[in-house]
């Protein structure tokens, strides 16, 4: 009898170079059948406290982020000095935040096996994707402004 694996679909462009540096990725990770782990505040801010020190450490240049309470979106680059892929950071960012949960709180499985990425084209506006993901929680009925929501973030400068 010939067994068949089972193939996951495909969510990232086969061919697209992933390392490149010149492009902005809108990012959305999701929390492992969508629970709410981020509406605890302790565990919420060791998620920003990682995307901080990631951007610090130059590894990303970061646009905006909206933690939500199951899931993440960020707007970013790979900085010029980071020298591996988006899956690569993302793998990493991923580990280290699962084991801090771990630790702290057991959460055996943080967040989904995969992500969702969308390349962001030229004639796209980064300041239109910036506020559609900061007004996130206004659009749940979170909040009523976005400017009140505390797990949120936006850049005042982007590349032209």
């Given at each position: 009898?010939?067994q ?5 679909k ?5 061919h ?6 010149d492009?902005v ?11 709410t ?24 240049m970061?646009?905006?982020?909206c933690?939500?309470?199951d899931?993440?979106h960020?707007?970013?680059s790979?900085?010029?000095?980071y ?6 950071w993302?793998?990493?960012f991923?580990?280290h935040?699962?084991r801090i949960?771990?630790q702290?709180?057991?959460i055996?499985?943080l ?20 506020n ?8 749940k ?16 400068e982007?590349?032209?």
């Amino acid at each position: 009898m010939e067994q068949h694996l089972i193939r996951r679909k495909q969510t990232h462009l086969k061919h697209f170079d992933y390392s490149q540096k010149d492009y902005v990725y809108y990012l959305t990770l999701c929390v492992t059948n969508r629970k709410t782990y981020f509406k605890n505040n302790e565990i919420a801010q060791i998620i920003k406290d990682e995307i901080n020190f990631r951007t610090t450490k130059k590894e990303i240049m970061l646009f905006c982020y909206c933690l939500m309470p199951d899931h993440l979106h960020m707007l970013l680059s790979l900085h010029n000095s980071y020298e591996k892929r988006l899956q690569d950071w993302i793998i990493a960012f991923k580990r280290h935040t699962r084991r801090i949960g771990y630790q702290k709180f057991k959460i055996r499985s943080l967040w989904q096996r995969d992500f969702y990425e969308h390349i962001i084209r030229r004639e796209e506006s980064l300041i239109e994707k910036a506020n559609y993901i900061v007004e996130n929680p206004v659009r749940k009925g979170i909040v009523e402004e976005c400017e009140d929501y505390p797990h949120s973030w936006i850049s005042d400068e982007f590349p032209e």
